[in-house]
Antibody, heavy 119, light 107 residues
Framework: QVQLVQSGAEVKKPGASVKVSCKVS????????INWVRQAPGKGLEWMGG????????IYAQEFQGRVTMTEDTTTDTAYMELSGLRSEDTAMYFC????????????WGRGTLVTVSS | DIRMTQSPSTLSASVGDRVTITCRAS??????LAWYQQKPGKTPNLLIY???SLESGVPSRFSGSGSGTEFTLTISSLQPDDFATYYC?????????FGGGTKVEIK
């Protein structure tokens, strides 16, 4: 049973950074492409970036370029998403998501990590 | 980026109704489209991929169709468990994008 287990909720001040983790269990991270999707309260889904398995490279959504960094630790099967320069509009639930067939739609999701940005 | 536009944004329907949600892409995406269902406080759940392929375990009352720029998700007979928000997502171009969502409410 593949599971994506995310780190706990965070409260950050404007201008700070946050690093969210997503640990893969029941599968090897090296066989997956982890993507990150966020959802502001009451709003829709917004793709932030992920690993493009066809081109073998990390792609970030234009909106987050320069502020987001996605990394992986294959020794612990854990993916990370770090977002810097936080502002109140970054308050959202952050999900990691993947597909076991390396397709770019998502059949497995983490439960989400709530990041609250508040002074 | 490819823009995905869903309509309607909200839909009121009764149990047993046939429901259709539309998703339009700003450029052709062939059939590289997925549909998700999301309930409040829950993660999205994959329903359909490649425009019309039903994900394993998803009830057959859900179906998808379309190609190019226009797609539909149909629920043939709405059930109480189907009241939720539905999202489309294109994966033709790897700057993935979601539609804005369609909330299906009880009439």
């Amino acid at each position: 049973q593949v599971q994506l287990v995310q780190s706990g909720a965070e409260v950050k001040k404007p201008g700070a950074s946050v690093k969210v983790s997503c640990k893969v269990s029941g599968y090897s991270l090296t066989k997956l492409s982890i993507n990150w999707v966020r959802q502001a309260p009451g709003k829709g889904l917004e793709w932030m970036g992920g690993f493009d398995p066809e081109d073998d490279e990390k792609i970030y959504a234009q909106e987050f370029q320069g502020r987001v960094t996605m990394t992986e630790d294959t020794t612990t099967d854990t993916a990370y998403m770090e977002l810097s320069g936080l502002r109140s509009e970054d308050t959202a639930m952050y999900f990691c998501a993947t597909n076991l067939q390396l397709a770019s739609y998502f059949d497995h999701w983490g439960r989400g990590t709530l990041v609250t940005v508040s002074s | 980026d490819i823009r995905m536009t869903q309509s309607p944004s909200t839909l009121s329907a009764s149990v047993g109704d046939r429901v259709t949600i539309t998703c339009r892409a700003s450029q052709s995406i062939s059939d590289w489209l997925a549909w998700y269902q999301q309930k409040p406080g829950k993660t999205p759940n994959l329903l359909i991929y490649k425009a019309s392929s039903l994900e394993s375990g998803v009830p057959s009352r859900f179906s998808g169709s379309g190609s190019g720029t226009e797609f539909t998700l149909t629920i043939s007979s709405l059930q109480p468990d189907d009241f939720a928000t539905y999202y489309c997502q294109q994966y033709d171009v790897y700057s993935l994008t979601f539609g804005g969502g369609t909330k299906v409410e009880i009439k």
